[in-house]
């Protein structure tokens, strides 16, 4: 039993120990499982946002590697490097990893479950069991996914969208593709057993004082990726069972010949693929709407606009499904490209609140600011061609080649890489009251930053040229390759960019700087506490007055800003404050 | 509770308005299925919170003058420590590996599964972990 809120010296008795201590001391003195034991039975939140974050971040190094791979066969025209099969086979599982099991799950599962019980002040997620089992659902669904390699036939091969007919049993037959679907089944319940947990934690275990307009951002887009997520991830578990039926129990939903329809599997995947974009980027929105103001000294620009900007994103999302069918004809045109069209003004808003958050305020270039702003130009580029994709007559005229490649990976590694990075760089000393070495994080900066401009541009441009997507060959005649070679050369300086990740990790850990519980001076209430923060999280709880109660403790003499009012900076030497 | 009612309620009227102008242009049963249901979704806790709301007025945590001392007293209960997600996980792994597999994963999975349903169910009662 915890009696958190109690702040430590009314709660319990003479000695003035708050519950937690109490708690602490007897699950020390009690047999306390150790060792691996205790990693397999934790349900702190902490640990498994940890997990998660490990997890994800080893799937998105595999991801890379089979990039890499890709890339090598691509750049030269006729390579035999791999084979045809094998090159559909690396880009399917290339995209299925960095998408279901990297993106989504690193900030969803991962950063979310870490930070959001401390940013509403609660001692754990709702259902701390349940959170357990998301995270072994996850992580057997990972290995399950990973298999598909070892079996014979090799793994799924019909793209990470698995059109049908392209996906039934005689065009793609052996164990790969339904370990592939099993794996999404896994991961598809995880998500949505985390999606559960979030929505309950943020309802009900909000600290007092701690109105929904006083979350922090973050905490509002993830509540919002929860919806989502309970919107569209059932629609994908049940379109993959069908699937499965499908090839190995006789139905005929998704084929001509037994009565069903090809068609219905587009129409039920897009129901989640289009909200499953968002799903990956409504997080890392988030991030960067942590990271910039902290590192502009000021509070966020516009707060209740991004709510409303957060949640409009959200319902469009979900709207706008079909215009992905755009080149099958089969949809009302007019009602899904405007909804599509639409999507840009919220996300437009956004982008304009960072903007106007920064303005005029200090900035700070830390490593987790830089990954923000190279963010903001990563996904200014994704969104304009998004834009021009989401017209139907460039839609037909680029379907499927290199451009809606390039577009695609500019929006998710703008999104998923640097906001993801940047989050790492901005809470890992929350995680272990270190930080980590910020000369190196330039480094692991500045090499992404140009690596991703070197390998995406020049795939736009082949792909005007009209070169096709998930071809392992091309011809030598039509002047592709000279792009290819770029975009290759990219992929390795990128590769790069990672390695010094790894020596940052690994030289940080060795040789630890410790920074003490806040060292940014940030705003919102995860950094009261202590870092990393104790079990159960909080021993008393700041008086919540605005959207930054962290920032308010420590500074008093600032006034409380409520609902983003404040559109100075807040010097702390000359408070101009214009309320 | 109001805010997080109307949040959900919102998604329930954003669907039904999207889900009207789709039956009435396509005629699709599908597509419409889907929008109706993510109303309904929204609709039902929705009404629910909004209900509650109304009875028990703001808790703490909706009061923007709430005080550190509004909130004492115990707000739940959390388990310390559990062995039975894991068992549970690995059960439902295994259900999986059978139907990729073939049946001979099914009878350990099923175990498991009952297994950790039942330890689940009587750690609860027993209430014993912190
Ligand atoms: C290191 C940087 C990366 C490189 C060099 C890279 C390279 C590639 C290549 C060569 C393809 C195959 C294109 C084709 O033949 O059609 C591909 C596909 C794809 N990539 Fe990446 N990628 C990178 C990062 C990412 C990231 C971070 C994500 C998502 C978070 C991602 C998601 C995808 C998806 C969804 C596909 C499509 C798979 C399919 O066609 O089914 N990639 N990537
Ligand atoms: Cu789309």
Redesign the pocket.
């Known amino acids: 039993m915890t009696d958190l809120i109690n702040p430590p010296l009314t709660g319990n008795g003479a000695h003035g120990t708050s519950v937690i201590d109490i708690i602490e001391h007897r699950e020390h003195a009690e047999h306390g499982p150790t060792g691996i034991l205790k990693w397999l039975t934790s349900t702190d939140h902490k640990v498994i946002g940890m997990s998660y974050m490990i997890t994800s971040l080893v799937l998105?190094y595999m991801?890379?590697i089979?990039?890499?791979v890709?890339?090598l066969q691509?750049a030269t025209p006729n390579s035999s490097l791999v084979s045809f099969a094998q090159?559909n086979e690396?880009?399917?599982m290339?995209?299925?990893l960095?998408?279901y099991l990297?993106?989504g799950p690193f900030a969803f599962g991962g950063l979310a479950n870490y930070i959001v019980p401390l940013q509403v002040g609660a001692p754990d997620m709702a259902f701390p069991r349940l959170n357990a089992l998301s995270y072994w659902l996850y992580l057997s669904g990972s290995i399950t996914m990973m298999m598909g390699f070892l079996v014979a036939g090799g793994a799924a091969s019909f793209?990470?969208?698995a059109y049908a007919p392209l996906s039934n049993a005689t065009n793609s037959p052996g164990a790969g593709g339904d370990i592939w679907i099993m794996a999404l089944v896994l991961t598809g319940f995880s998500a949505i057993f985390t999606g559960v947990n979030l929505v309950a934690t943020i309802f009900y275990l909000r600290a007092p004082g701690l109105t929904m307009f006083r979350m922090p951002i973050f905490t509002w887009n993830m509540l919002v990726t929860a919806i989502l997520i309970l919107i569209a991830f059932p629609v994908l578990t049940a379109a993959l069972v069908m699937l499965f039926c499908d090839r190995h129990f006789g139905t005929h939903i998704y084929s001509v010949q037994g009565g069903g329809s090809p068609i219905l599997w587009q129409n039920l995947f897009w129901f989640f693929g289009h909200p499953e974009v968002y799903i990956?980027a409504l997080p890392y929105f988030g991030i960067v709407t942590e990271v910039i103001p902290v590192f502009s000294r000021k509070p966020v620009f516009g707060y209740k606009g991004m709510v409303f900007a957060t949640l409009s994103i959200a319902a469009l999302s979900t709207g706008v499904w079909a215009h992905h069918m755009f080149t099958t004809g089969l949809v009302l045109l007019p009602f899904f490209s405007l909804l599509s069209l639409l999507i840009a003004v919220p996300t437009g808003i956004k982008f304009f609140n960072w903007i106007g958050t920064m303005w005029r305020g200090e900035i700070q270039f830390s490593t987790a600011m830089l990954f923000s702003i190279g963010f903001l130009f990563a996904f200014l580029m994704g969104g304009v061609t998004g834009v021009m994709l989401a017209s139907p007559p460039i839609d037909f005229f680029t379907h499927d080649t290199?451009f809606v490649?390039a577009h695609?990976?500019q929006v998710?590694?703008g999104?998923?890489?640097f906001a993801g990075f940047a989050g790492l760089y901005y809470w890992y000393p929350k995680f272990f009251g270190r930080t980590l070495r910020e000369h190196l994080g330039k480094w692991h900066f500045w090499l992404m930053f140009i690596?991703?401009w070197v390998?995406f541009m020049p795939q736009y441009i082949v792909g005007l040229l009209g070169m096709?997507?998930?071809?392992?060959v091309y011809p030598s005649y039509l002047g592709w390759q000279s792009y290819n070679i770029i975009?290759?050369v990219?992929?390795f300086i990128?590769?790069a960019s990672?390695a010094v990740l790894l020596w940052n990790l690994w030289i940080s850990w060795r040789k630890p700087v410790v920074c003490g519980d806040n060292p940014w001076d940030a705003h919102t209430l995860e950094w009261f506490t202590t870092s990393p923060p104790p079990h159960h999280n909080y021993s008393h709880l700041p008086p919540i007055r605005s959207e930054r109660p962290t920032w308010d403790y420590n500074h008093p003499e600032a006034p409380a800003v409520g609902h983003g009012e404040g559109r100075e900076p807040h010097r702390r030497d000359k408070v101009t404050v214009g309320q | 509770m109001r805010i997080e009612a109307l949040v959900l309620i919102g998604v329930a009227i954003f669907f039904g308005i999207v889900g009207a102008v789709y039956w009435f242009t396509s005629y699709e049963d599908g597509g419409t299925m889907m929008l109706v249901g993510t109303c309904l979704l929204g609709l039902l806790p929705g009404s629910y919170y909004y209900w509650w709301h109304r009875r028990m007025g703001d808790r703490p945590e909706d009061r923007p003058d709430a005080t550190v001392e509004d909130g004492a007293g115990e707000i739940a209960t959390f388990p310390g420590s559990s062995i039975w997600p894991f068992v549970l996980g690995m059960g439902a792994f295994m259900l999986v590996l059978a139907f990729a597999f073939g049946m001979w994963f099914f009878f350990p999975a099923v175990g498991l599964i009952l297994t950790a349903l039942v330890g689940v169910t009587a750690e609860s009662r027993r209430g014993g972990h912190v």
């Open positions: 998105f991801a890379g089979m990039a890499l890709m890339r691509l090159y690396l880009f399917t290339h995209g299925s960095m998408l990297f993106a793209g990470w969208v990956l290199y490649v695609f990976h998710l590694f999104t998923a890489v690596g991703f390998t096709p997507r998930r071809v392992a975009s290759t990219g992929a990128i590769a990672f």
